[in-house]
């Protein structure tokens, strides 16, 4: 029955490469949104920078999600939570660690794939292989290596915004394994629609009062242009292509993206900033893809369809 390996191939590879490409795309994406933050920052302070963010997408998010069926009392109880972890507290206490810490945050970053990990095992949505763990393992030495090299001058810097960021990564993970059923039953684009209208509503209280003392009159057109790019780019388009990627997809395979950063981040700043590229940045940037690989393979079983599923296990046979 070897002969039906081509079949499962073709079916196999589509699907595998357009969710590769979104994620490496979201990791571009997030990666932009800090050197193009670099303008708002200067003149938003971050609550109000990420409560414009979060309200500016939510109003595009919605006009483009025509779907209107109401979702259930559980379900309504279910994307408030999600909008909690994945808008309002990863936004918030991702801003504001970023305003008390440094370049060494990147370092921080590297547990959000880790704590995706467990917490989808812990949820028994995931099982801990070998290669899933080596996989992380191996993308988060290429992650530590863009930061060793960049140097970690930063790391004296406030304990408070390192727990900040520690936050920020756990509510994100916890986001990324939660939220994956509710993605593939109601759409990717309602789900990330509806987040971003509750977290409106949830940022609101602790929002207000740092809008009440923004020195709205002196914000230069820059800084608008900026906030516009950073809803457009790293939000609107990153969260829905995150979304779509994690409905066909396991969480951690999803949160391994996360060690690409540092790296595309690196890219982004020579070709826009004039920076200048070391040479462990590419070295990292293999370690990362080649763990990104091995996280992935173990993932491959979700991007068969079940047909082809169940002709791969006759065919063992």
Request: aromatic share 8%.
């Amino acid at each position: 029955m070897a002969g039906q390996t081509p079949t499962q191939s073709s079916v196999l590879s589509p699907q595998s490469f357009h969710v590769h490409g979104a994620l490496t795309l979201v990791s571009l994406l997030f990666s932009a949104n800090y050197i193009i933050s670099k303008l708002a920052m200067n003149a938003f302070s971050p609550l109000v920078f990420a409560y414009l963010r979060v309200v500016g997408s939510a109003v595009i998010l919605n006009a483009l999600v025509h779907d209107r069926t109401p979702v259930t009392r559980e379900d309504s109880w279910r994307l408030a939570g999600y909008s909690l972890l994945g808008v309002v507290l990863n936004q918030s206490l991702f801003l504001g660690g970023l305003s008390l810490t440094s370049a060494h945050v990147a370092v921080m970053m590297t547990t959000i794939p880790a704590f995706a990990l467990a917490a989808a095992i812990v949820v028994g949505r995931e099982r801990a292989t070998a290669a899933k763990i080596g996989g992380i393992a191996l993308a988060a030495a290429g992650a530590l290596l863009v930061v060793a090299g960049e140097g970690f001058e930063g790391a004296r810097k406030s304990l408070i915004g390192d727990l900040f960021i520690l936050g920020n990564s756990l509510c994100y993970a916890l986001y990324l394994v939660l939220s994956k059923p509710i993605m593939a039953r109601l759409s990717a684009r309602r789900v990330i629609a509806w987040i971003f209208a509750l977290g409106t509503v949830l940022m609101l209280p602790i929002s207000a009062w740092p809008m009440l003392h923004q020195d709205w009159r002196h914000i230069p057109a820059q800084a608008w242009l900026a906030l516009a790019l950073v809803i457009l780019g790293p939000t609107v388009a990153a969260y829905l292509l995150n979304a779509w990627a994690l409905a066909n997809a396991e969480s951690s395979l999803v949160a391994t993206y996360t060690y690409l950063q540092p790296v595309t981040t690196i890219l982004l700043a020579a070709l826009f900033l004039g920076e200048s590229v070391r040479p462990v940045a590419i070295g990292a940037a293999a370690l990362i893809f080649t763990g990104i690989y091995l996280a992935g393979r173990s993932s491959q079983e979700k991007f068969i369809p079940s047909g082809a599923r169940d002709l791969r296990r006759h065919s063992d046979e």
